[in-house]
């Protein structure tokens, strides 16, 4: 899974990165302190993983991982070119999902870009520098397709659906939010990949004060869900700079100081888990002696597609599948005690993969 965190100016975009990251991005109180569009990697944090590496003595634990592209603060006129213009828009159109970082909070000492604090209007400055990257892709590929669209009918079907999806983003709308026809999903998502199409998870970073209460009695939050319910889109209420304190904690530390903040869990654990739910994505384990890992995979995905993800010779040759719960294995102790107990399944091409499976795939190729 690859996100990428977009926002204007000094709204804590790379204080979150570093704290989610710890990968040290450039974080300063000026606008364009990141030059270069900062990758991190991240595990997804997973307590099942070291659950059945401990049962089974594996040599080798591996998580699932997400990527993390931040780019430079995004101002009015980027697509044209202004601040550091559009170059940073290319990178994130590879990514799955957009975090976009709104500032909710009051800070003399942190300038805003634009003078006061509006996430309302901060939001609107980013999509409409999303939307107009969008229409260049989009104006473009009509002025090619129209020429031929009298001559061939499939060309005609998209030089209508660019014509429709034009209008709509022209209308301050973003592509999230167009209703395609019968076949044209196909066109619109995986053709054009466009920025204002992918799933957006606003992250409110709010003081420290805001945290206990998720941000209840911010009134800046409140804005910032109202719009996110418009377009389907999910958020999550963190302080950056909190964020970054504990991300230089160990593991026992971090729990007191969650803990004395009046906090379950840290703001990454918050984002993986709305990040899984936007994209409907879950988790699937491979375990033994060698190896115990994480396989993400869509909801809904069946065996054959899931074995896959493993190795393609896995999907190719797959035969059946082992699946066993993986807490109903932890309390049956091994795999030999959950097949005697009745409770190993054996599942054929149909079988729809749950989370927290535990599978061994049986192929020949």
Known sequence: MKLGIVGLPNVGKSTLFNSLTKAGAEAANY???????????????????????????????????????????????ASKGEGLGNQFLANIREVDAIIHVVRCFENENVVHVDGTIDPARDIETVNMELIFADLEVLERRFSKVS??????????QESALLERLIRHLESDR?????????DEEEILFRGYNLLTAKPVIFAANVAEDDLA??????PYVEKVRDIASK??????????????????????????????????EPGLSKLIKA?????????????????????????????????GKIHTDFERGFIRAEVVNYQDLLECGSLS????KGIVRLEGKDYVVKDGDVILFRFNV
């Not at 958020?235 to 304190?245: L, N, P």
């Not at 739910?277 to 060698?290: E, W, Y």
Request: with cysteine; hydrophobic share 40%.
């Open 337 to 340: 005690a959950a097949k005697e």
């Open 231 to 264: 377009i389907g889109a999910e958020v999550f209420v963190i302080c950056a700079e909190i964020e970054q304190e504990i991300s230089e904690l160990d593991d026992d530390e971090k729990q007191m100081f969650l803990e004395d903040l009046g906090l379950k």
């Open 31 to 77: 606008p364009f302190c990141t030059i270069d569009p900062n990758i991190g990697i991240v595990t997804v944090p997973d307590e099942r993983l070291k659950l059945l590496g401990d049962l089974h003595h594996s040599k080798k634990v591996t998580p699932a991982v997400i990527e993390f592209v931040d780019i430079a603060g995004l101002v009015k006129g």
């Open 147 to 156: 020429k031929s669209a009298k001559n061939d009918k499939s060309v005609a």
């Open 275 to 307: 990040s899984y739910r936007l994209l409907g994505l879950i988790s699937f384990l491979t375990t033994g002696a060698d190896e115990t890992r994480a396989w993400t995979i869509t909801n809904g995905t069946k065996a054959p597609q899931a074995a």
């Open 213 to 218: 209460d998720d941000g209840e009695s911010n």
């Open 174 to 182: 973003m592509a999230i939010t167009f209703e395609p026809e019968g």
